[in-house]
């Protein structure tokens, strides 16, 4: 299965309305993204996939908090001191880079010119890079050139925070700085206790939510992969400080799980170990997709040891323990994180599904089709009518059937166009099963049901339709 470009898949999300640059008409707003009509049913399909497979489990309660938070949350959970990028501009081209990356993306053209040894030596001292300086050094002692002017005119690497801030209330003023959250887990953790106390979970216990994210990210590249909005699907599992490792494993397993069971290619799938932690994080592995521009990460599994509550507790002053009620044992329980970027996994769920195959035509000769192998649960369209002709009698019968089918499942109608067409434009879609009324259908109303994988049709009573259908696009479990 060859990868797509991100091109094609970038004019097949604008073109059939999955997703529309921002405030397109403008010119649109960098790293910012609409979703369109198609878009947003995918989208929420894919979430309401991760809810389910969270929320159904007994040990699991769900929340949704709201973005704006108190300022101190981002002082204790340590963001506004640590969550920066480092920032460098080239003087001639005036391009802003990430100074990491710039980097990286220099090892890359060493690798791919064979100079295995000096690709090591850079990568170590990137490894081992921290304060701004260290990313300076590198740049200036490899003479690593501006990719735009080829000059190596560098200013000094600084530190750029990545919060958006803004103003709570009407006065402009320091003291009334809110941020727009970077992460969804802060409401999570502030929410403990309430969770804990309103509901009857013991440890270990987890707390999931799906909502927006902002990062006001150097750059933003490749599509939906890296935005400045974009949204989380986040949840914290609390567990015995010492059980951390067990529950880590078993996170990583069942959500590499989850991605397998919506249909994402082994192949196309890869666990991959940080090489530098984040500032709350012991240990912490992502989960890698191969998108067309290389490998890129889907979701970090993070073990927060008890960082985030114990930084709370000390900054608000509210005890945020946890009593063993058999045990009597007090703690502040550790926190294993799984977090995936569902705007992001929207990006690989088109990305793997989508694929250009050469088929026969009725004329002997093959045409392209493009086609969106989605699994059918996350399809925008679940069934797709059709009268096989435009009379004796089709079109109203094809018509009352999708008035009927279109109350229990998302559904479209379409009678322009020669059959094959029609079955393209829902092929592109990821439809997964196309009806069409013929001939027969008038003397013992069956249909016939095609599925977009096989291409093949078999015939069922009219009225079995929406039970056949909803079957096969039911969620994994
Ligand atoms: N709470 C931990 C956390 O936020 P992260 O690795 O910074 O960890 C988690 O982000 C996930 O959020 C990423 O794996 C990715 O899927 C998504 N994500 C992060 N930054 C993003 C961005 N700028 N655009 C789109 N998705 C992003």
Redesign the pocket.
């Known amino acids: 299965m060859a990868a797509p470009s991100l091109e094609a898949v970038v004019s097949l999300a604008k073109r059939r309305g999955f997703v529309f640059p921002s405030s397109e008409i403008y010119g649109g707003l960098n790293?910012v993204w609409d979703f369109g009509p198609l878009g947003v049913e995918l989208l929420r399909n894919l979430k309401e996939a991760w809810w389910q497979a969270m929320t159904l489990r007994e040990d699991i309660e769900g929340l949704d908090a709201a973005i704006l938070m108190h300022p101190r949350v981002w002082e204790a959970s340590g963001h506004v001191e640590q969550f920066s990028d480092p920032m460098v501009d080239n003087k001639v081209s005036k391009m802003r880079y990430r100074a990491d990356t710039l980097i990286e993306e220099y090892i890359e053209r060493l690798r791919a010119r064979g100079r295995t040894e000096e690709a090591q030596r850079w990568e170590e001292q990137l490894r081992q890079a921290v304060e701004p300086h260290d990313y300076y050094r590198i740049i200036v002692e490899a003479q690593i050139p501006d990719p735009v002017s080829g000059t190596r005119e560098w200013t000094e690497v600084r530190h750029f925070n990545l919060m958006f801030k803004t103003f709570f209330g009407p006065v402009e003023e320091d003291s009334s700085i809110v941020y727009l959250r970077?992460?969804?887990?802060q409401g999570i953790y502030v929410n403990f206790l309430n969770v804990l106390q309103s509901s009857r979970q013991k440890i270990p216990f987890g707390i999931a939510q799906i909502g927006k994210?902002f990062?006001n990210?150097v750059t933003?590249k490749n599509f939906?992969?890296?935005?400045?909005e974009?949204e989380?699907m986040?949840m914290q599992y609390f567990v015995k400080p010492g059980t951390e490792q067990e529950w880590f494993d078993y996170w990583l397993q069942e959500r590499y799980r989850w991605y397998r069971a919506l249909g994402i290619a082994e192949e196309r799938l890869r666990v991959k170990p940080h090489q530098k932690l984040?500032h709350y994080a012991a240990a912490a592995v992502?989960i890698e997709f191969l998108f067309p521009f290389g490998w890129g990460?889907?979701?970090?599994i993070?073990s927060r040891t008890d960082f985030d509550l114990r930084r709370h507790q000390q900054f608000s002053g509210k005890r945020l323990e946890y009593v063993d009620t058999v045990t009597r044992e007090r703690y502040i329980p550790y926190v294993v994180?799984t977090?995936?970027?569902a705007?992001?996994?929207f990006l690989a769920i088109l990305c793997n599904a989508y694929e250009e195959e050469s088929i026969p035509t009725d004329r002997g000769s093959t045409e392209k089709r493009v086609v969106l192998r989605l699994h059918p649960a996350l399809a925008p369209i679940k069934v797709a009518i059709f009268p096989l002709v435009n009379r004796d009698g089709m079109p109203e019968l094809a018509r009352r059937l999708y008035e009927q089918v279109r109350r229990r499942l998302r559904a479209d109608y379409d009678d322009s166009g020669a059959i094959g067409r029609r079955y393209r434009r829902q092929d592109e879609i990821g439809t997964p099963f196309c009806v069409t009324i013929d001939g027969q259908t008038l003397h013992d109303e069956t249909v016939t049901v095609r599925d977009r994988d096989t291409m093949e049709q078999v015939r069922i009573p009219m009225s079995r339709l929406v039970e056949y259908v909803w079957e096969r696009v039911q969620l994994p479990v």
């Not at 990460?297 to 970090?300: A, D, M, V």
């Open positions: 790293g970077p992460e969804t887990a994210a990062r990210e933003t939906l992969f890296r935005t400045r974009f989380q986040e984040a992502d990460e889907l979701e970090g993070h994180e977090s995936a970027g705007t992001r996994s």
